[in-house]
């Protein structure tokens, strides 16, 4: 999650289908020096997950990759009506390609879709608060702007504008994934319930559910599901770390009424 290296998956044949059409006027980098949200307060969040398995399909080779697809819809609770900065954190360096819109609201808000855009190296330093609600700590031993660079890359953010009251966001995001550590048969991706520019309120509701494919040929390790810091630990509701059968395919499912992490590793054979 280093170096940024895009697919677009709005104008790729094989993914055409996943992504509603865009604004295509500024698709570049962020450029301006608006402090990224942090504190919308949000009411429900359900993030549904499904993995592409396309690893095998290039045998296992230097090129292989596999996707991940996330649809993110999150009732919010929005103060005033204002532009807002919305963070998002993916592989950067493999190509994450998102939107945000407005469900609800009128037929404008909805046709209102945002892109989610790489953060310019100059304006690094706007990380910093994301960085401090993720539990990333920087080292005071090495150059503080090479780190927020490196770490800015992480991320990306869209700057949409949003009515007051109470809302539905949708957003559509499409990860590839990324040999971990050079191993071409092994893939991790990480989700955030809520998502970090969201702030949870009391008795939210938070839900996610992860679907692998049809005759999945990969040993998934227990999901890894982490407090975020200054957070209680996940108040699970409901699920477990078993997979259950859905439609003849491997699914995990929880609900939270805390502030979690959660991070999946698998391998194939």
Request: aromatic share 8%.
């Amino acid at each position: 999650m280093q170096v940024s290296r895009f697919i677009d998956l709005n104008e790729t044949d094989e993914h055409a289908a996943l992504m509603p059409p865009v604004n295509r006027y500024n698709e570049s980098r962020i450029t301006m020096t608006t402090p990224i949200t942090t504190d919308l307060a949000v009411l429900r969040q359900a993030m549904n997950v499904d993995v592409e398995s396309v690893a095998p399909s290039y045998g296992y080779n230097g090129d292989a990759y596999d996707v991940v697809n996330s649809t993110i819809t999150a009732t919010v609770q929005v103060p005033l009506e204002a532009e807002y900065r919305l963070v998002l954190a993916g592989q950067v360096e493999s190509g994450t390609s998102a939107i945000v819109r407005v469900v609800s609201a009128t037929d404008q808000d909805f046709k209102n879709v945002e892109n989610f855009k790489r953060i310019n190296k100059g304006e690094a330093s706007i990380i910093k608060p994301v960085l401090d609600k993720a539990g990333i700590v920087l080292d005071p031993a090495l150059d503080e702007r090479d780190q927020l660079i490196e770490h800015a890359a992480n991320y990306k953010v869209a700057d949409i504008r949003l009515p007051a009251g109470q809302h539905v966001l949708r957003i559509h995001a499409s990860e590839k994934l990324t040999p971990v550590d050079g191993d071409p048969r092994q893939y991790r991706f990480t989700m955030y319930a809520p998502q970090l520019s969201l702030a949870p309120v009391a008795n939210v509701r938070l839900g996610v559910t992860v679907v692998f494919p049809l005759d999945f040929a990969a040993a998934i390790q227990p999901p890894l599901v982490e407090a975020l810091p200054n957070q209680v630990q996940p108040n699970l509701v409901a699920g477990s770390d078993q997979p259950v059968t859905l439609g003849a395919q491997q699914a995990y499912g929880w609900a939270f009424q805390a502030d979690p992490k959660i991070t999946m590793t698998y391998r194939y054979a």
